[in-house]
């Protein structure tokens, strides 16, 4: 952690949040995994995919949570946000959008519209996201294991 107590805070802050938003989408996947299948099913044949990235989601949530390694941690959540930013960018330029199924949407309940307001939704969301984990990754001052009492 940074030596700078307001550092410290905005790393400690930007780790929950960014650790609390992948548990949940993960979660989501898991639980209603429908909206994902179909829209990933556009790039990748497989709703094991999926279950894949439903599972990563939650043990990327872990690890960040777990401060350990957290420039590391920072670093793939920022890489794993900014691939699931380009999908819902390439979705965005399509006629009919689907919905990312990350968090709240579901297909065929909402108008093109209403799909295409929420993946911009999500492109905000992600771009503050990728913010608060490069934070992580550039302000956590180690990479090296420590005890938990040193938080």
Request: net charge positive; proline share 7%; glycine share 8%.
């Amino acid at each position: 952690m940074p030596t700078h107590r307001p550092l410290q805070i905005l790393v400690a802050t930007s780790t929950i949040l960014v650790a609390l938003v992948f548990f949940v989408a993960g979660v989501q996947k898991l639980r209603v995994p429908d909206p994902t299948v179909t829209m990933i099913g556009r790039y990748i044949d497989s709703p094991q995919a999926v279950r894949a990235i439903g599972f990563m989601e939650i043990g990327l949530a872990t690890w960040m949570l777990s401060f350990r390694t957290p420039r590391l941690a920072g670093g793939a959540a920022a890489l794993a946000l900014a691939g699931f930013s380009v999908l819902i960018a390439v979705e965005l330029q399509r006629n009919a959008p689907l919905p990312c199924g990350c968090l709240e949407t579901r297909p065929g309940l909402e108008s093109p519209h209403a799909i295409r307001r929420g993946l911009w939704v999500s492109l905000g969301r992600n771009a503050f996201l990728i913010l608060c984990a490069t934070s992580v990754a550039v302000l956590a001052t180690s990479d090296k294991p420590r005890a938990s009492s040193e938080f």
